[in-house]
């Protein structure tokens, strides 16, 4: 669990009104959901809103293992007393900030029961342990995100649940800006980013291939920051997008040839 409260203003480039939804929903204490495949940008689009409206943020990055408890809190020794000790959702109820719960399928589904009250008109939250029941302040506002892609039968949202929240499908950026993101976040000048983001074009339009998704802008990130830093394309690119697309031999030979096909 991380929580973020730095006035530094993450960047972000808006590719339609998602920035108008989001402070419209909270205006109006509504929840939101955001959809879209792994690395394209929608942990980072939360951090720039709550950068941008002053808010604190603790984002949770939900497992299997994730309980309610994880999120409400639990008792816990200190110094010989037992004391209680607010989860992360408990705080951002009580301070009026977001609480981002990434890729909220993964979390146990009684998590999914703790969330239904705070996505209602109720907006409460009952903590049993200790008898509170907290209503939520205006300022208070639920996103949670995950990736329709990889739901299968035993880990999806319900409609029942996906059905309180306002929703936002994110995809990867048009070339042009995802350039503009990769160059901003990187410090590698446009020109040389341009045939990573032509590369990552390709990858996602292969089909036969053994891969699971195609690369993300969170990759060709990390592979422009080596190049950046005065690595070797080559180098880069197996390292950054070869290596974590796939461990089958074949596969990655064929995204060797198709960088050949790119760099020339």
């Known amino acids: ?45 939360v951090e720039h809103m709550a950068a941008r409206m002053g808010k604190p943020l603790y984002t949770v990055a939900c497992h299997d293992d994730l309980s309610a408890a994880d999120l409400i809190g639990r008792y816990l020794l200190k110094g010989g007393e037992t004391v209680w000790v607010d989860g992360p959702l408990t705080r951002a109820v009580r301070t ?28 409460t939250l009952m903590i049993d342990r200790t008898g509170e029941e907290l209503v939520a302040p205006k300022g208070f506002m639920l996103v949670a995100s995950y990736n329709p892609g990889y739901q299968n039968v035993l880990k999806r949202l319900k409609p029942s649940t996906r059905q309180r929240f306002l929703s936002i499908s994110f995809d990867f950026p048009l070339p042009e800006t995802e350039i503009a993101v990769v160059a901003s976040e ?18 996602r339009r292969l089909s036969g291939m053994d891969l699971e998704e195609g690369v993300s802008t969170r990759l060709l990130i990390y592979a422009a920051t080596l190049m950046a830093s005065g690595m070797g394309v080559d180098q880069a690119l197996e390292a950054a997008v070869i290596e974590p697309l ?17 760099y020339g």
Request: glycine share 10%; proline share 7%; aromatic share 4%.
């Open 246 to 262: 796939s461990d089958e031999p074949d596969t990655q030979q064929a995204l060797r040839d198709l960088v050949s096909t790119i």
């Open 1 to 45: 669990m991380n929580i973020a409260t730095t006035p530094k203003l993450p960047f972000y480039k808006a590719t339609g009104r998602e920035c108008e939804l989001f402070e419209t929903a909270d205006d109006n204490g509504l929840p939101l959901l955001l959809k879209g495949p792994t690395g394209c940008g929608k942990t980072r689009f």
């Open 186 to 203: 990187s410090g590698l000048e446009p020109g040389r980013v341009a045939p990573l983001v032509r590369l990552a074009g390709h990858i």
């Open 96 to 123: 009026g900030g977001i609480c981002y719960l990434d890729e909220v399928v993964e979390a146990r589904k009684d998590v999914t029961v703790v969330l239904h009250p705070l996505t209602d008109t109720r907006r």
